[in-house]
Every structure is written in C-alpha cells, then in structure tokens.
C-alpha cells in the first residue's frame, strides 16, 4: 500500500472552490499548512493557520508574483526521495523540509483566452510558471508526494488522510497522472496561442489537448469501446456545450448525427429544420415557422425519418412539438436552441427521446478538422463559409426563375452536408430527394429522383462537384429538374452546357465545390 503520511501541505491556488474546508480539514489532521499570495489571504480569513511561503524560502514574492514558489527550499522539499539516505541528509544539511501534499490548480489561461476582449498582455499573464513546476516536481515524486489539481479531489483525499493518516501509492500514482494531463493540457493551448499569434494556422508540432466528458456505452458498434472528450476552452453553441434535458445516454453514433444535424440548420437565416439519419439528411427544409420548417423536412423522406436525429435553429414551441410526436413518430433525438415551456412538456411525453438544448446559434467557432488515419492525422480547414451565392454564375441561355434560384441557394447549402458524391432535389424550399455517398454521380442522381418521386418534377438540383460528362445532365432532365447548381470545373463543361441548353434547363456554376469524404 505504500502508505505515505502528511504532515506539512503547501496549498496554492486559483480556483478557490472548496479550498477552506479542505484546508480546515488538513489542519484538524495536524497537518502544517504553507501557501502563497491570495491563498493564504483567504484561509488567515478563514481563521487557519497558515505560513506565508516567503516563511519558508527566506525570500518575498517578486516580480509581481511571478516568483514566489521557484526555490530549492520548495522544490528540494517536494523532489526528495524519502528512502534515499543521501537525499534525506542533503535535506537535513540545507534544512529543508519536507513537502508531503501539494495543492495546485493553475492560473487560468484557456478561461482568460476564451474571454472577449482578452488582452495579449492578459493572456500572459496567465501562463503559470511556478504551479506547474510544483505539480511535475510533485508528481514525479509520487511515491512519496500526493498532488491534488481538482477540487473535485479533495473529499476521497482527505477521507484517506484521515482514516490512514496518509496517502496510499494508489493515490498517489493517479492523482500524478492527473497532474501530468493537467499541465499537457495547459501547454498544448498555450502553444496553440502562440502558434495563432505567429499566423500558424499548421504548425510543425500540433499539441491537441481534449477532456473526457463521459465514458459511452460503446462506439459504433456494440463491440467498440469509446468515450466523449471534448476541448477544454469550447464555449459556443455546439453539441458539447449543449445541455442535455432528458432521455437515454447518448451513443456515440448519437453524437455524430447531432453534431451533422445542427451545423445544417446552422446555416439558414430562415427558420430551419433537418431530419438526419447516419450523418446524411434524409429531409430539410426552411419556411415562415419551424413547424412548416419541421413538417416540411419530415415528409421530404418519411420512410427513411423513421428513428432519425431532429435539428432545428429555432426554439421548438408547442405547436412542432406536438408535430415531433405525432403519428407515432419514432425520433432518437432532438437539438434545437432551445425549447418553450409547453413544447418541453409535449416532448416529455417521450421520456426516452433525448432533448438538448444549445442556446442561440452562431456560428462555430472550430476552425480546424480532424481525421486519423493509420500513423497520422489530417488536418484541414473546415468547410464553414455559408455559400451565398453572390458569385455564381448563369452559364445557360435560360437564367434561373427567382422561385428557382431560391431553391438553387437552399439546395446548394444542404448539399454540403451531404456525403460525396452528393445529389440533392429541392422544391419550394424542401427537399425531395437525396442521392448520399454514391461512386457514380449518374447514380446520385438516379437515386435522388427515385426517392423524390413525382415530386422531382420541377424541382432544381445542386450536385457537390462538377459533372465529368453531361449524362448527369440527360438523367435530370428525364425526371423533370428546372435548374441545376453545381461548381463546374471539368473539362466537359461545355457539353454539359449544351445539354442544358438542349432541354432548357437553368444551369449556374458556383466556383466552390464540396466533398464531404
């Protein structure tokens, strides 16, 4: 067990939460408590005991505090192996005494970074030198020192200090883990504002540092193990931020198809509403309310609706509640900026429907993307400008109708969302089929007139990436699409063109395309 006793605790920090209780505790134990700056300040308040570190060092804080705790007196205290002869009579020759508990939690930079109108000198300034010190100092020394970051901590400590009058090495050991994450996680935002301040959006070296919210029942498949970790400074509207209101333990796959469903509807101004199912809308739509939005989105494809993810950008009132539910309609989840009181009470109907709430959206502020492959990682850009068509341009004798080029602009932003190769039909500013993850961009098509039905007549399409030859063309023309948006590039334009032309289709080319691999 290892069990090592505390007699002396040197206590540092700046998230105060707990702190004199926990102090309060120690010193019934019989500990000496040391600590520094606002820490003392706070437990003297409290009527503790308690040295000023500059006790111990024989020197003041200077610098403006930024040295205060960098000295042999400290860190000889902490890094002394207990079973180590020669270092308990180095210890005993410079009177040094020994540090058996420390307690540390860092300035806070990630918090400082995310505030508005953080200043760089600010920012700086909250880069701690002396708290990580002590807490690698510390938890190198584990066999010997306990070192606690997390109030969440102090409790199972101090219950174990006062049954065992010590810390067990198995206390020890993960508390140090603790520790070391800690301070990773630390280095690795500082590292990325420094790298943001060079103007590196990839620098030679990538630090990505996330905390595990929560374990998941398993990952894909029942048979993958999996957990939740999120970045430690998000504070936008996203699926880690939301709050969750009821219903089952999200899956992983739950997650996924959220966080897919909310950057859809994340890009209308207009009210929006989104049925996703394995990361592909099977129906989106926009309209004057969200409960046209919604009823609009669910009929683009019933069948395949059924156990899907709702997204919308609006509060879900009573009145789309009642539509969520209707019918006996199956959903697994929906995640709106929030709910009104009588639409919460409609879906708590439903306990095991999982209901998250986000806040108003903006727009993400992630820049980055990430995909692990074997050995590496790809990083890119993520595909966030919301295509508002100001550049497109008409390539066809035929100039799209404004009904058309509305459901153009709608068909284009959903289609982003889609899996490559991307098809999507849309009329009156639904959609009415989808043509998700296909090898042959003929076959998208194909595939999204057969789910739209008769309803592909006189609806427009918005294909992802360029047609490579104008049969796409000749396929949407057979089942009556008006419009076409797509990026061009390819070197048969003009035959795709011509195609157009031939049939009197509308064709507009956007200069952007939009894999989603």
Request: glycine share 8%; charged share 25%; net charge neutral.
């Amino acid at each position: 067990m290892a069990l090592r006793r505390v007699s002396r605790a040197l206590l540092s920090v700046s998230d105060k939460t707990g702190l004199v209780d926990f102090a309060r505790g120690l010193a019934e134990c019989g500990i000496d408590l040391i600590s520094t700056g606002g820490t003392r300040k706070a437990l003297a308040d409290a009527g503790l005991r308690v040295r000023d570190i500059s006790e111990v060092t024989g020197f003041p804080e200077m610098l403006d505090g930024r040295v205060k705790t960098l000295h042999p007196l400290v860190h000889g205290g902490l890094l002394a192996i207990r079973d180590n002869p020669q270092h308990m009579a180095t210890c005993k020759e410079h009177n040094i005494g020994l540090i058996d508990l420390v307690v540390v939690n860092l300035y806070p930079f990630e918090q400082t970074l995310a505030k508005a109108g953080s200043t760089p000198e600010e920012i700086i300034e909250n880069i701690d030198i002396g708290g990580p010190s002590m807490l690698r100092s510390a938890s190198k020394n584990f066999h010997d020192v306990a070192v606690v970051i997390d109030p969440a901590d102090y409790t199972d400590v101090l219950k174990e200090v006062r049954e065992q009058g010590g810390t067990t090495l198995a206390t020890r050991q993960k508390l140090a883990a603790k520790a070391f994450a800690r301070t990773a996680n630390s280095d690795a935002a500082i590292a990325g504002w420094f790298a943001a301040q060079a103007g590196e959006m990839f620098p030679p070296t990538l630090n990505l540092s996330f905390r595990r919210r929560s374990p998941l029942r398993y990952g894909e498949n029942p048979h993958q193990q999996a957990a939740f970790y999120v970045e430690p400074n998000a504070n936008f509207p996203c699926v880690a931020t939301a709050e969750v209101l009821q219903g089952k333990e999200l899956s992983y796959n739950n997650l996924l198809d959220l966080d897919s469903a909310l950057n859809l509807v994340r890009e209308f101004a207009e009210p929006a509403a989104v049925v996703l199912k394995h990361s592909n809308p099977c129906g989106a739509a926009v309209a004057a309310t969200l409960v046209e939005a919604f009823e609009n989105a669910w009929a683009g494809d019933p069948l395949s609706a059924f156990g899907g993810i709702i997204g919308c950008n609006r509060e879900v009132d009573e009145a789309t509640a009642r539509r969520i539910i209707a019918d006996k309609r199956f959903v697994e989840c929906v995640i709106a900026p929030g709910f009104s009181a009588s639409g919460l009470d409609v879906l708590k109907a439903k306990t095991n429907m999982r209901l998250l709430r986000t806040g108003p959206l903006t727009a993400t502020a992630s820049r980055l993307d990430f995909r692990r492959i074997d050995g590496g990682l790809l990083v890119q850009e993520r595909d966030l400008p919301a295509d508002d068509f100001k550049n497109v341009t008409v390539k066809t004798k035929r100039e799209p109708s404004a009904a058309e080029l509305a459901d153009l602009k709608f068909a284009w932003r959903v289609c982003k969302h889609v899996k490559s190769n991307a098809i999507v039909l849309a009329k009156g500013g639904m959609v009415v089929g989808v043509g998700a993850g296909q090898m042959s961009r003929v076959f998208a098509v194909q595939q999204s007139a057969q789910k739209a039905g008769e309803r592909r007549r006189g609806s427009v399409l918005a294909s992802d990436a360029f047609f490579p030859f104008p049969d796409n063309v000749e396929e949407a023309a057979k089942v009556g699409v008006t419009a076409i948006a797509q990026p061009g590039g390819s070197v048969k334009d003009a035959d795709s063109i011509a195609a157009c032309d031939q049939h009197n289709i509308a064709m507009a080319f956007t200069g952007v395309r939009h894999f989603r691999h």
